[in-house]
């Protein structure tokens, strides 16, 4: 006994003098240190130091550790928790510099540079043990926890994860509410210390949603007040494992990690081995490395799939926009309250003469799409159920199989194919998970019969399973399993209302876009401000494509019905932009194409510009102001160029620096006309072709919310 | 405006003078009385002219009316109540007289012989509209509320069904805890006025359970003090909806229906045109009418299945029994904490030598079977998985197709094949629903590759969707997902810790037992008291046949632990007419091998009892006394006779009046041996031949918690 306790504070003794390790990033910029405090783990980072994040704690709660016992209630427990009473007993340091090619990407290769730490902390106690490693990159650290397989610790739940974030001071925050079913709402910008007293206030009206008191979801990116640093806080790789948000201390600038929970407000079920997501904080003092960053990609595993030759990407139409502006078609067939698949018989409904998905529109929108080279149709609305689908907690709301009487589901795919298009698969779950969990695999192979290699999924409404939440660790799984079950039929997705991405798209290539955010369907609900576009690439796309759906040339909504006074909150020149600035792999050209075809000089644009990119040079940023973007084309001697201003006109110079030397190119630019106004004129353009090499400079000028493309190719 | 206000008071003036209505049943004996109490429904119920239930109230709280609108959360919001401001505006009468033929049962034909009333009631104020149909039978009433489709009732969300069974004195009640996720309580029997008193004692542990303060679960059999009316009280046709429990108003004698609450506390989404189970009463001076009742059947739909001649009565054994008694065998395959499907190699763990369903053990019990006539042998933890099934709120836990690597699923399926034998299949779930779900056709399609018929499921533990509940509404879906998909693939299925059975294998005949009460295992967990099976047929059988497992000739767990004190609660002989008083067309011989070939000649009860019946008849019955019944064997001229007894020595008297006149049988009776008692000398039993006729009586001898089985056959 005596030589137990002896050796235990001998034990203390030791780790007490050996418990604050350093870690450099490969530059040597960056330094965190890592450090206990009477066994209790804390970090922090530098950046040519200075302090990025002050000592901050790091540690979960539990709810019940080990086993969950014979008939006990998850609710009333509380495990010994995994945030203190902790001595290090091991340390591991490792590095790696490599490079990968993402399967779609922004650049050909991505570049994986960190040196790691993994500190193991035991409990002596409960002789149980846990790591967290640290990864430190040129842009900033990522770390997470890592529960190892072993005797004491082989399930447990989690009560929260409190990982703090605790900064020196003041900074500027680009944030949106957190809210455990929702993304979708507008950007906020204000000081941290200011967020609780917008925060009430920050948050409209949503088919689904649960604001969390208090919080701002990730990633979240904040400029330092003092210096202008450039900070963002995310996470990479949330996997089995829910979304978390980030509770706001405003009166010391501190964030903490707050889970979603399940419905018995449980944040995970775990079972060793296991890790947690990875924290992530990327630094710079310049806004375009922080979008250059790829280091939530990098913190995820390469992709297990062996062929991914199928995962294309894609530039489409759809059957969509029309069923958002007025008067031009509904999801529905029949205009009747109450239906049940399998009971009702469509064919006696007396169809409401609205519906939107059928065989004629949609060969016209073949047509259009084949006449003008996009690679498929995405049409929603075609299959039964739409009638009651929304906002009735209904269980089996969809089949994903039974077509509308109008839509002739094998006529319209051969239609398509004989015209070289693709019809996109329309996948509206009604947040029914398990009910499309039931139906996925039968869709799929519905899918492969007719010819579908991409499904859009959506979770509009409350989730079922009833009272877990669109981010909750069982939904987290869902969309892996989606993913995975897709990947089998060869079948990309394209998500939305689903979590915002961390990056998994590297491990599951096929998610190959999700929306995850306030995309342009919210120009007709809400509003999009003019800054959101220069705010989502910092926040939202930080983990992965977003199928914003850009491209609406008829802004104003009043086109449709004189009364309708809402309008699209940008010039039309920055909706051809954001196919340069808002990167998928995955893009739509989202209006109506007799839109287009009254702006085919305009939509010559959106018609040649790539999807997927050998290069990407972010030539100017600023969060809530501008980007300016130049790509290459992937396997083209083809160049893009799209800059996108908030509410202000701006002007900017394009340098084509980027360009190859002595080479001579032609660029076709897209500006915003001189009297262009997002308000008062927004389809007022102008296109000229101007010869550049890579020593020419471009002025440009941008109107309110207004914007530029530039298509560069060789001259001819 | 004032028109509308005068023709609204007319309306009412109208509907108070007929507001009252009467239906009697057939015989004339029962009658029923409905009646609006100031837009309030009430029932009550007379038998020969005594009030069995007084006004009692009727009706439902709703959660959310018609809609469930944008964005709102579910819990804090009300409907329009469906309880009262109600005016009649129709009533309709039928009655039916018919008999049908179940696909197995106790008799080869039912009789449906009811007078209908259905009342139509509407509030006028938000103009909707429900039913309320009475159905009441020679043995007594059913009831339940029907929701047409309307305008203004398409959707809601039930927050409580407040039906009310008002009795006019004490009873005495043979009654187990309410719970949402256990039924595998001890009966109580206490006076009604006792309950309360009782309750917090009246249950034990269990791996789920959520007893609900001062509730008792239905059926409810009770006994009136008064004059010995015998009354019960149950449900029917649960179907899209949560099942029940009442609780108990001890003073007035009063019970209250209380649904199964989900997750988020709803009690049922409804999409009309819906309906609600038949509360019904079954009531009689006589238990055995009470017992001989088929009313929860008739208040089922027939079923829908066109083919159902692959159903079939099965007597089975098992490699189970073992796994409950010391030192014979475990379900897992090896002995670690921890396991992951697809990850965990088991052929590199090591074994851990107890595993039953081993190749060796599994052929030892194939031989028995097919020596002793038996259709099929169940195999329980064949399948991987098993090393941490329970208790870890584990989702992936199981998949149903993936066998231990000890047993070889085709050789030992061709082997039993071989001998005329069937393997039964073993589907455990961990109450881990939705994954079962995800599985259970792969499950079922490598079930048929095999040559099973039938599949013996489990829900032990919470259940997954996290917050369900075992009788929650999205779980009696899923009970019925499972029966229908099995149908689809001509599996029957078995189903342990479901929900009680409400007369549904009416509709779904393949879902052709279940367990859903304390069975044979609980004789080690925490004992079945000796009156426990003659309260039983009272209780949970009312609704359908129960896997109650008998056959256990070594009671005294000593045998295989000489430490080991626990003991199974009735004699030898007492299990042998559990095969008669526990009606099931799948019946049980739960016992070792080993044990019944000691006893080879008491073992012939089981070879022969017939598990399917052409007729039935209760000779004798008194709830937690005693039980005496006598059956005909289908399409055969053989009977089977069964009595047990509680804790009490009884003398009976079985008189052969039931057989056919004129004609002498062979009858073997297996009866207690002189000295035999439960405790004491479980297994001293007597069996001898007698010739009979419909003129013998033959006296038996009951040994406390003892019991007697007597095979009746042509003369040879």
Chains 1, 2 share one sequence.
Do not use: C
């Not at 030589?3 to 780790?15: D, E």
């Not at 469509?346 to 060969?363: D, G, R, S």
């Not at 070289?420 to 139906?439: C, F, I, K, P």
């Not at 491990?507 to 576009?533: K, L, Q, S």
């Amino acid at each position: 006994m005596r030589n137990l306790k002896i050796s235990a504070i001998f034990l203390l003794m030791g780790t007490f003098a050996l418990n604050a390790q350093s870690l450099k990033s490969p530059d040597g910029k960056f330094e965190m240190n890592f450090q206990l405090k009477s066994g209790v783990p804390f970090y922090n980072l530098k950046y040519q130091g200075k302090t990025v994040v002050e000592d901050s704690k790091l540690g979960l709660r539990l709810l019940k550790d080990n086993t969950i016992s014979f008939g006990t209630d998850i609710k009333n427990n509380e495990g010994k928790n995994l945030n203190a009473d902790f001595v290090k007993t091991d340390e591991k340091r490792d590095s790696k510099n490599e490079s990968w090619a993402p399967i779609l990407g922004e650049k050909k290769e991505y570049i994986n540079n960190y040196n790691e730490l993994a500190v193991t902390l035991n409990q002596p106690k409960e002789d149980r043990s846990i790591i967290i490693k640290f990864r430190l990159f040129n842009d900033g650290l990522g770390f997470r926890y890592e529960f190892p397989q072993q005797k004491n610790l082989n399930y447990f739940v989690i009560k929260e994860e409190d990982t703090e974030f605790d900064l020196p001071s003041d900074h500027k925050a680009f944030w949106i509410a957190g809210d455990y079913d929702t993304q979708e709402y507008q950007p906020q910008t204000t000081n941290i210390s200011e967020i609780p007293q917008r925060w009430a206030t920050s948050f409209d009206g949503n088919a689904s949603q649960t604001p969390i008191p208090n919080a701002v979801q990730s990633p979240l990116m904040l400029k330092r007040n003092s210096d202008n640093l450039y900070v963002n806080i995310a996470e990479a790789a949330v996997l089995e494992y829910p979304a978390s948000n980030l509770e706001v201390d405003a009166v010391n600038f501190k964030f903490k990690t707050h889970l979603t929970p399940d419905a018995q407000g449980a944040k995970g079920y775990i079972q060793t081995p296991a890790v947690s997501p990875w924290r992530t904080i990327i630094a710079s003092p310049k806004a375009e490395e922080v979008l250059a960053s790829k280091m939530l990609f990098n913190l995820n595993e390469p992709t297990k799939y062996k062929d991914t030759s199928w995962i294309k990407p894609t530039k489409y139409i759809g059957v969509w926009w029309q069923m958002f502006v007025p008067g031009r078609g509904s999801w529905n067939y029949a205009d009747v309250d109450n239906v049940k698949l399998g009971v009702t018989d469509y064919t006696k409904l007396t169809p409401n003469k609205t519906h939107a998905a059928n065989n004629e529109n949609v060969k016209k929108h073949i047509d259009f799409a084949a006449k003008h080279g996009f690679d498929a149709v995405l049409v929603e609305g075609w299959n039964e159920g739409w009638e009651d689908w929304f906002g009735k907690s209904k269980e089996y709301v969809f089949d994903f199989v039974t077509p509308y009487p109008d839509f002739d589901i094998k006529m319209l795919n051969d239609y398509a194919h004989s015209k070289g298009v693709r019809l996109m698969m329309h996948h509206e779950t009604s947040a029914s998970a398990t009910n499309y969990e039931r139906w996925m695999e039968k869709a799929f192979q519905l899918m492969n019969k007719y010819g579908y290699n991409a499904a859009k999924t959506g979770y509009v409404g409350n989730i079922i399973p009833r009272g877990e939440h669109h981010y909750s660790q069982w939904m987290i799984n869902h969309y892996i399993r989606v993913a995975e079950k897709a990947a089998e039929y060869k079948i990309m997705i394209n998500s939305h209302e689903s979590v915002r991405p961390s990056g998994q798209s590297r491990t599951y290539p096929n998610w190959i876009a999700a929306e995850a955010a306030r995309g342009t369907e919210f120009e007709v609900f809400g509003g999009n401000n003019p800054d959101h576009t220069t705010i989502l690439p910092f926040t939202r796309l930080m983990g992965g494509p977003m199928d914003y759906t850009p491209g609406i040339f008829q802004t104003q909504i009043n086109y449709y019905d004189k009364n309708d006074k809402r309008f699209v909150k940008t010039t039309l020149a920055k909706q051809l932009a954001l196919y340069v600035t808002m990167y998928s792999p995955l893009q739509m050209a989202a209006d109506l194409p007799e839109n287009y075809e009254k702006h085919l000089d305009a939509f010559q644009f959106i018609k040649d510009v790539a999807v997927d990119w050998d290069d990407t040079e972010i030539l100017s940023a600023e969060p809530g102001d501008y980007i300016h973007i130049a790509r290459k084309a992937k396997g083209k001697d083809e160049w893009y160029v799209g800059g996108i201003t908030d509410e202000n006109a701006r002007n900017f110079v394009v340098d084509f620096s980027f360009l190859p030397k002595s080479k001579k190119y032609e660029a076709t630019i897209y500006e915003d006309g001189k009297a262009a106004d997002y308000i008062n004129n927004p389809q007022s353009y102008n296109i000229y072709k101007k010869t550049v090499t890579n020593k020419t400079k471009i002025p440009v000028k941008l109107a309110r919310s207004g914007g530029y493309a530039i298509s560069v190719k060789e001259s001819k």
